[in-house]
């Protein structure tokens, strides 16, 4: 049974959401995807259709009501992909799977406050790297698309 990374549960199966979402939507994992690669097309699927909730749910492994979430659980992205669409723009809209990586940086800037921004563009630094940080900078200079 796969834990978390860096997590301490060995019961906690990150896994498991995306299993079950993707039983519902009749979308196995291939042989050579790796757990990882599958919880991030599901996700992508879901956040497709809209279920921005249900998607950030399956990449973090965790429900949006779980205390144990973290502060990058699913609630952070909820919360970024609700701001978004508050703010009538969508940072990768060609693109789910990378949409969620985009509401994750985007929850972090918003819900971490003015007085918290190089705290917060630190933390898109080190949880989804340079470049999904960039888009999220950039995307407060351009118009939305």
Not at 88 to 104: A, K, N
Not at 129 to 134: K, V
């Amino acid at each position: 049974m796969s834990t978390i990374e860096g997590g301490n549960e060995p019961s906690f199966d990150i896994n498991a959401e995306a299993r079950a979402q993707g039983g519902y939507l009749n979308l196995p994992q291939g042989e050579a995807e790796s757990d990882s690669a599958y919880r991030s097309r599901i996700a992508g699927v879901l956040r497709k259709n809209g279920q921005f909730i249900e998607a950030h749910e399956v990449i973090s492994g965790r429900r949006f009501d779980d205390p144990e979430q973290g502060e990058l659980g699913p609630m952070v992205g909820i919360i970024g992909a609700i701001a978004q669409e508050y703010n009538g723009r969508r940072l990768s809209p060609g693109d789910p799977e990378r949409q969620i990586g985009d509401d994750i940086a985007y929850g972090v800037i918003v819900s971490g406050g003015p007085d918290s921004s190089s705290q917060a563009v630190a933390a898109i630094f080190d949880a989804l790297g340079p470049e999904a940080g960039m888009n999220v900078i950039d995307s407060f200079y351009k118009d939305p698309q």
